[in-house]
């Protein structure tokens, strides 16, 4: 069964991705809440719960620490006065452009040691795959 090595493959890499994380002085929360947000021109709350692996009970905290950082701005949607719009503000958008790319640069030897390019894109299509799979039930 495929399952074991999957789930310590997923807490291996959370081990490693979540120390450098707090290494660059933000929580894995706020920075899933960073890098979603980067390079949008912000989303409501509901999109933002929705592609965060952040849980909404603890969006709420998390955005409220970021906004007293002044990194996000909540914006009265024009389109529906019963939404808002959460958007990096300059500082955190300067915070996205250093953070996502350390990030990146620091989880892709891990990559490229265990797999070749081809089996990255494997892995992706089969991840997904699975995902899928999990979304349809």
């Not at 929360?29 to 929705?50: H, W």
Request: proline fraction near 5%; include cysteine; aromatic fraction near 8%.
């Amino acid at each position: 069964m495929v399952l074991r090595p999957l789930v310590e493959a997923f807490f291996a890499f959370l081990r490693k991705s979540d120390r450098h994380i707090r290494s660059l002085g933000l929580t894995p929360p706020q920075f899933d809440v960073i890098v979603t947000l980067g390079d949008t021109d912000g989303m409501t709350c509901r999109e933002l719960s929705d592609k965060t692996l952040v849980t909404k009970g603890t969006l709420t905290g998390v955005m409220d620490r970021l906004e007293a950082k002044g990194l996000i701005g909540r914006i009265p949607s024009r389109e529906d006065r019963r939404s808002t719009i959460i958007r990096l503000t300059p500082k955190g958008d300067d915070l996205f452009r250093k953070v996502f790319p350390r990030q990146v640069q620091y989880l892709k030897p891990f990559f490229e040691e265990a797999l070749s390019q081809t089996q990255m894109k494997d892995l992706q299509y089969m991840l997904l795959k699975l995902k899928e799979s999990f979304d349809k039930q």
